[in-house]
Nanobody, 117 residues
Framework: QVQLVESGGGLVQAGGSLRLSCAASGSIFSMNIMGWYRQAPGKQRELVAAIGSDGIRNYADSVKGRFTISRDNAKNTVYLQMNSLKPEDTAVYYC???????????WGQGTQVTVSS
């Protein structure tokens, strides 16, 4: 089992910045992909950014150039630095961990990000 604990959400004005953190614990294993998804009211959950244990990153087009995902493997923690935030970034942000060889994935409880105009 894997547990994911998120932190760092909140309320910010448009143009501002926030940093989300997600600490993983449990049977993580070395080959994994950690990422952030978001879900706005009335919309489907969508991928924001992901980073593999090999460091390869993937971003949604809507956040490229504004958001940066990183990870600290020693701490089993993934970060999402969000700059130049827009009202349309408002959503609940969920941390996700996929274990490659086990073919399963886990979710955090979600953290609210609200960007006011």
């Amino acid at each position: 089992q894997v547990q994911l604990v998120e932190s760092g959400g909140g309320l910010v004005q448009a143009g501002g910045s926030l940093r989300l953190s997600c600490a993983a614990s449990g049977s993580i294993f070395s080959m994994n992909i950690m990422g952030w998804y978001r879900q706005a009211p009335g919309k489907q959950r969508e991928l924001v950014a992901a980073i593999g244990s090999d460091g390869i990153r993937n971003y949604a087009d809507s956040v490229k150039g504004r958001f940066t995902i990183s990870r600290d493997n020693a701490k089993n923690t993934v970060y999402l630095q969000m700059n130049s935030l827009k009202p349309e970034d408002t959503a609940v942000y969920y941390c996700n961990l996929k274990r490659v060889f086990q073919s399963d994935n886990y979710w955090g409880q979600g953290t609210q990000v609200t960007v006011s105009s």
